[in-house]
């Protein structure tokens, strides 16, 4: 996936092609108007109709025809599932840093990415979290580098809702979230990571399934391994 490691101003419109496929051409594309969106609000709104289904699962970016800044030109776009966290950015800032603020705290905090940058990072997040084709496994730390074999780390830091550990990884035809394991899971002296591994069909999957011994995915119930807790909602 060269749209995500060497990123660019199509990055987001070739990883959705990728993922998702095209139903129908850009001309036939409306979105209600808005006119405080950046370019890259519109070309993101654009690819994500021509995806032609939900591209978001988890958090959601705001309505276009709701763009609207506030008194201090504050344009906000996305927001965390549980209203707990906000992205916005700053109209007048010609590079459009993104900032976060937690529900009920302060004031605005740069994240470190700028807007491009930001939607590319949610929308690989939304597509490994919302994937049909995944699973979730637990790996030991001395066995990482080998569970990750072909497999490239992202540039996106952790969002803030996010524990500063989570990370993002490709390989050609994959994806990987990378987590510290829910409280649990892991047990004295143990030091485990929540890998989930998504890919845009069954077929793809099931070659990294079996690195794990987890065989014939598509006709499972459930895509994960026997755990003693409740699965994590990955």
């Known amino acids: 996936m060269d749209e995500l490691l060497s ?14 496929g095209t139903v129908e051409g850009a001309n036939y594309v409306h979105l209600d108007a808005s ?11 654009t690819a994500a109709a ?12 705001v309505a276009f025809r709701d763009l609207t800044p ?3 030109g504050m344009l906000e776009f996305w927001v965390e599932n549980q209203n707990g966290y906000f992205w916005a950015v700053d109209l007048d800032d010609d590079i459009l840093q993104v900032f976060s603020r937690e529900a009920g705290g302060g004031g ?7 807007l491009s940058d930001f939607l590319l990072h949610c929308t690989v997040r939304e597509a490994v979290i919302g994937g049909s084709s995944k699973f979730t496994t637990f790996v030991d730390a001395a066995e990482i580098n080998k569970a990750l074999e072909s497999f490239e780390p992202l540039k996106f830091v952790a969002l803030g809702s996010e524990e500063p550990e989570v990370k ?13 394991p829910p409280t649990g899971y892991a047990g004295p002296g143990e030091q485990l990571w929540m890998l989930t ?38």
Request: with cysteine; glycine share 6%; proline share 10%.
């Open 108 to 114: 605005w905090m740069r994240t470190g990415e700028v």
């Open 168 to 180: 993002l990884w490709c390989s050609e035809d994959a994806l990987v979230r990378m987590a510290p």
């Open 7 to 20: 990123i660019n101003s199509d990055s987001v419109g070739r990883f959705f092609r990728r993922w998702y």
């Open 35 to 45: 006119p405080y969106a950046p370019a890259e609000l519109v070309a993101w709104h």
């Open 70 to 72: 506030d008194s201090l």
């Open 197 to 234: 591994f998504a890919a845009p069909s069954d077929s793809r999957i099931e070659r990294y399934a079996s690195r794990f011994g987890l065989e014939n995915l598509a006709k499972a119930e459930t895509a994960r391994v026997e755990l003693p807790y409740e699965p994590p909602p990955f």
């Open 50 to 61: 021509l995806a032609g289904g939900p591209v978001t699962f988890q958090d959601r970016p």
